[in-house]
């Protein structure tokens, strides 16, 4: 029985809600459209948005509830460059401190590079992580104080940013949506930043990132196991 045909039957009611945390900074624009369609498409069931930053004891308790989860290095740096062309898009919306940070560190490599560094050039890195609106948000915060989580109050589901299209798929199969979103909706979607070319980083900006992100890629791999896992058993008991 798929949870679509629970709802149907009555034994999870009609309209039910499923809660989707977005603790990830998971490309939004995306996900919302993929919500709006899914409730547009189903008069049984509806995924309730929880915006950035969400906190699993905003949920009521026993309800359903799935999010996504992104590599810590990789979502530093689309945070900065997201952050970056906000700014430049609205630049009074940027706060002195954030200002400071981006005259100081154009590039994110440049940022991670300089982490840790002795003097003034590190605390000026510090500066810019603690002033740069979303790019020291640790994912695991959403989970302070229900660090149990996936053993007492598990999700319907987890969604990894890098396997986007995969587990979208296995969600809706598990829902029962599986044929009321049109395969266009999975196309893979370049982020841009202006014309501005992003250069890589650097070994040393790497070593950096996974110091400063240390207890959230452990939050990032304990997630990509159960997921593994789940994926691995049958769909519905």
């Not at 915006?51 to 979502?75: A, C, K, M, T, W």
């Not at 940013?161 to 949506?177: A, H, K, P, S, T």
């Not at 014309?195 to 400063?212: C, T």
């Amino acid at each position: 029985m798929t949870l679509l045909t629970a709802v149907q039957t009555g034994v999870l009611g009609l309209r039910h809600k499923i809660h989707y945390l977005e603790v990830a900074a998971f490309p939004g624009v995306h996900v919302d459209a993929l919500i709006r369609e899914i409730n547009r498409a189903s008069d049984i069931m509806k995924i309730v948005m929880h915006g950035y930053g969400s906190h699993i004891r905003d949920l009521p308790q026993g309800d359903e509830y799935v999010f996504s989860i992104r590599n810590p290095v990789s979502r530093f740096v689309s945070a900065f460059y997201d952050r970056k062309q906000a700014i430049r898009t609205a630049p009074s919306d940027a706060t002195p401190h954030e200002r400071q940070a981006y005259a100081d560190f154009e590039h994110a490599n440049d940022l991670a590079e300089s982490l840790f560094e002795r003097g003034r050039a590190g605390d000026k890195a510090f500066g810019a992580m603690k002033s740069i609106r979303g790019v020291a948000v640790n994912q695991s915060d959403s989970f302070t104080g229900a660090g149990n989580f996936l053993a007492v109050t598990p999700p319907l589901f987890i969604i990894r940013q890098e396997n986007y299209v995969d587990d979208f798929r296995f969600l809706e199969d598990l829902i029962g949506l599986r044929r009321l979103i049109g395969a266009g909706h999975y196309a893979e979607k370049p982020q841009h930043h202006g014309d501005e070319i992003i250069p890589g980083l650097s070994k040393k900006a790497r070593k950096n990132l996974h110091e400063w992100f240390l207890h959230d890629l452990e939050f990032y791999g304990m997630c990509d196991a159960w997921i593994e896992d789940r994926l691995n058993r049958p769909m519905f008991p």
